[in-house]
């Protein structure tokens, strides 16, 4: 089976910096996506890591540790836009097995 | 092309009736997967295709449940004699299979509310 586990909910300041884990069980990997989902929208691609380590885009990062079924995506100065919702999500064979989400909520 | 289209965004329908939902992935994709999330959950996996054939179903999709894509161009999901637990959010997503990231580009949805 899969498990996800992600916290539920995170609150930050404006120009803050926030960091969602996620930690994985899954009967197969071939690397892990975030994506990000706004109330009511399609969930929109932030990052994927195959490979131990950190990927940066921008104000975003992703770090991922395979031997500790690890992942976390790392916003920086963060923006009143970027209330919404985070998911992880493990990708195997063929599917996309999601997280239940993290909903972070910005602050002025 | 500007993306993954759903039709329609909104259904409203009573129990017992049959729905139809229609999804028209990115045209060089020849994945294309169905996936339905709840509120407060991640999106679930359903089924795929793999240009015309559906290669996978998950254990959860009941035979209420059907899926076609006659083409290996849009597909369509259909609900026959819905339930009030089939009520969420249903979600399309398209990849290239041989593309680097596999990334899953997703659809806007089409929330299904059974009365």
């Known amino acids: 089976g899969q498990n996800i586990d992600q916290p539920t909910e995170m609150t930050a300041t404006e120009g803050a910096i926030v960091q969602i884990n996620c930690t994985y069980q899954t009967s197969g990997f071939n690397g892990l996506f975030w994506y990000q989902q706004h109330a009511g929208e399609a969930p929109t691609f932030l990052s994927y890591?195959?490979?131990?380590g950190l990927e940066e885009k921008g104000r975003f990062s992703s770090f991922l540790s395979r031997s500790k079924g690890y992942s976390y995506l790392l916003l920086k100065e963060l923006q009143m836009k970027d209330s919404a919702s985070y998911l992880c999500?493990?990708?195997?064979?063929?599917?996309?097995?999601f997280g239940a989400g993290t909903t972070v909520t910005v602050r002025a | 092309d500007t993306g993954v289209s759903q039709d329609p965004r909104h259904k409203i329908t009573k129990r017992g009736q049959n729905v139809t939902f229609r999804c028209d992935p990115i045209s060089e994709h020849n994945r294309l997967y169905w996936y339905r999330q709840t509120l407060g959950q991640g999106p679930e996996f359903l089924t795929y295709f793999q240009n015309e054939a559906q290669l996978e179903k998950s254990r959860l999709l009941s035979d209420r449940f059907s899926a076609e894509r006659p083409k290996g161009s849009f597909s369509t999901l259909e609900i026959q004699r819905t339930e009030q637990g089939d009520s969420a959010m249903y979600l399309c997503?398209?990849?290239?299979?041989?593309?680097?990231?596999?990334?899953?580009?997703f659809g806007p949805g089409t929330r299904l509310t059974v009365l």
């Open positions: 997503a398209s990849t290239l299979e041989s593309g680097i990231t596999n990334e899953q580009f």
């Open positions: 890591n195959v490979l131990d």
């Open positions: 999500a493990v990708y195997d064979d063929y599917k996309l097995s």
